[in-house]
Structures are given as C-alpha cells and as structure tokens.
C-alpha cells in the first residue's frame, strides 16, 4: 500500500515506531486466539546471550528527495524499499493520490518497459482514430439580416474588451508530419491501454448521461458562447476528418508521456477536451488513475462527477499538470483547463493561456478548476 508519512503530531511521540499502512484484506477472518503449550513456548524463546535485535530507526522527520521540504505530510509517500520520500505533487508525471498498491520512488522502481511504437502507416492511424474521409465539412457561419449583424457587432465590441474569443487550432499542412502528430499519440495511448475517444463516454456501470447537469454546479458554471461553440464544432469536424492539432507526444524519463506543441499555437487557441469515462467521484475514492479530473463539482457529494481517462481518452490526458507550489512551476503553464456549460452539460476545455512556441512542452494547472472557476476567467 501506499504510504504517507505519519502526522506532525504523531511524529512527536517518542514512542512511535516505524508502521506499516497495509491493512488486512476485506474479508479476511479476524487473528483467533491460539493457546500454546510451554514446550512451544520454550522452543521459540531467545537465549538471553543473543545479540539484541537491530533497534529499527523511529520515525523523526521525513523529507522530500525532490524538494527537501517535510511539509504537507499527508501527501508525502514513502518509498516501501528504502523508505526515502517523496510529495506527490513532486513527482513527474504528479500523482492525484495517495496509491493504493505498494509505491516504490523513482531511485527503485523498475526501468519502464520499452514502448512500442504505433505503426506508422496511414491505414492503421484512420483506423485508430476511426477517421471518415470527406466528413462533414464545416458549415460556413448563416448570414444574419444586416440590421442582426450590426447589433452583433456593437455588442462583440463591448464583449471584446471583457473577454476573447476562442479560436480554432491550426493543424499542420504537411500531411506526413500530421500522421507523425497522430501515430504519436496512438502510442501513447496503445502504451497506456487506451483506446481512442474525443469525446465524454458513459459507460452502464458508471454515471449516466443525465447525471451531466452543469446547473447543479455549486456557483453556477459559465455558458460556452454560440461563437465559442462554433469554434469547438469546427475543431471537431475538423478532427473527424484526421486534421488534428499541431501537438506532439513525446516521452520522456522524467515526465513519462509529455505533449508539445508541435507548431507556433496562438493565446486562446482550442486544444482539445478532456475525454474519457464520466463516474461519479465516490465510485472512485480509491481509484489509482492519476489523471482523474474534476467535471461536476456539486453541493451534494454523491453527485459529484469526474472523468476518467483510464480506458478511452485522448491527448490531453497526456498533457502534464504543473507544480503549482511553486512560483516556478506557475511560470511554466501555457494551457489552461476550464469547465464550461455546452446545451446544459458540463464540458473541460483546454486552450492555450499564451503564445506557446512550436517544440514548447505543454503544462495546466493540474489544480486549476479550483482557482480558474468561475470567476477567474481568461483576461
Ligand atoms: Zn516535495
Ligand atoms: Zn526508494
């Protein structure tokens, strides 16, 4: 299992021994009581010449290999072979939780296998990313009456100064490049047991569709725009088509699967939304997948909703979230994550928060619905 560190206040008794968290499995009948007979007493005990057993170190002050602080000790791991530890949020890619299973730190744990890259021939890539040739072409924006037009306009002008628009992402015309963009994230995701989806998927067993209501957000959730929407529309027409946007998935030691930007991509661009397995947050108070996130966030506890990329998803669950504990780490964010109401449902956007240079790793406030929302916007 996982381990924190102990509490500050449990660390300052003396008498605390080193303890390991793991509990009895459920359902394991609890110890019965065994009596045994003196000669079995006799056989087990220690001669009092024996060499005293090795006094186990106590627990004093755990710090963080990665940042040498021994703070926020209920998300300091501990490593289960040499004990060192380390914050979650230290580690790259973060972790979202405290894992389950046993952790080892990056000095122990096993190399990772060697990833095999997703072919790079055209007809697997359609396949995957289940491309229809020739479909539907984005429809040209309707022509309003001249009078509409001239009121729409004086009004973007006064909109323009609160708040921009989005804008559609630009994919790369070099047809070859883009298969590279796209085999990339094929083998991220084959890597990571995934298959492809662009979009929320319910799944029988999780949340229903009709638990997706962005009124019950807790504050109120802010409504995409029709020129906002229209923007997401064409980028989805135009991903259906295999015109993906300019990124890049890359690996890397440190960070595991990274995306970068590979193209110049505009402040404001449209990325790509959060996709994978709606579930309500409760169904997944244990669960290991380290990129969970926030799509429902409810007064009442049972309603809340999270997205679950473990399964079906898309690039953007390959996009690393930022230490935001750091002043360093706020510098490096050039995407950010926001949760809109699109025809009532609730929807997570990432779009660009700068200009971000092609070769440019891309990095969200990996806490971001916590701060970016709902007043907080993009200006
Ligand atoms: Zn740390
Ligand atoms: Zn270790």
Redesign the pocket.
């Known amino acids: 299992m996982g381990r924190r560190a102990p509490s500050s206040a449990a660390t300052s008794s003396p008498e605390l021994r080193r303890k390991r968290t793991a509990a009895a499995p459920p359902g394991s009948p609890p110890e019965s009581r065994r009596y045994c007979s003196i000669s079995d007493v006799m056989r087990r005990s220690r001669p009092v010449n024996a060499p005293p057993p090795v006094a186990r170190p106590r627990y004093e002050v755990v710090?963080?290999?990665?940042?040498?602080?021994g703070d926020?000790d209920e998300?300091?791991l501990l490593c289960d072979l040499c004990d060192r530890?380390?914050?979650t949020?230290?580690l790259r890619p973060i972790l979202a939780a405290v894992p389950l299973g046993p952790w080892l730190c990056p000095d122990c744990a096993p190399p990772p296998k060697p990833i095999i890259h997703f072919p790079l021939k055209q007809r697997k890539i359609v396949d995957f990313f289940r491309i229809q040739k020739g479909a539907d072409e984005p429809q040209p924006a309707k022509c309003g009456l001249p009078q509409d037009a001239k009121r729409r306009r004086r009004r973007s002008i006064v909109m323009m100064k609160k708040k921009r628009k989005m804008l559609p992402f630009v994919p790369t015309e070099d047809r070859v490049q883009r298969l590279k963009q796209m085999a990339s994230a094929a083998t991220a995701l084959t890597s990571s047991k995934m298959e492809f989806s662009n979009e929320l998927t319910y799944v029988p067993s999780m949340a229903p569709k009709s638990a997706n209501q962005a009124k019950l957000e807790e504050g109120g959730m802010q409504v995409l725009t029709k020129e906002d929407k229209e923007t997401i529309e064409l980028c989805r027409s135009m991903q259906r088509r295999g015109e993906c946007p300019p990124l890049l998935v890359v690996f890397d030691s440190h960070e595991g699967f990274t995306v970068q930007a590979d193209g110049d991509i505009k402040d404001m661009t449209f990325l790509a939304e959060y996709a994978g397995d709606v579930d309500f947050l409760e169904n997944r108070a244990n669960d290991d997948c380290d990129s969970i996130m926030t799509l429902l966030s409810t007064a009442d506890p049972s309603k809340k909703l999270v997205i679950c990329p473990d399964k079906r998803g898309n690039i953007a669950r390959f996009i690393n979230g930022i230490n935001n504990?750091t002043p360093d780490g706020k510098k490096k964010q050039n995407v950010k994550c926001v949760r809109y109401n699109i025809d009532g449902e609730s929807h997570v956007l990432l779009v660009a928060c700068r200009d971000i240079a092609c070769g440019e790793k891309l990095y969200y406030d990996y806490n971001g619905h916590e701060y970016a929302y709902p007043t907080h916007h993009f200006i």
């Open positions: 710090l963080c290999e990665a940042c040498g602080a926020r998300e300091l530890g380390r914050h949020y230290c504990h």
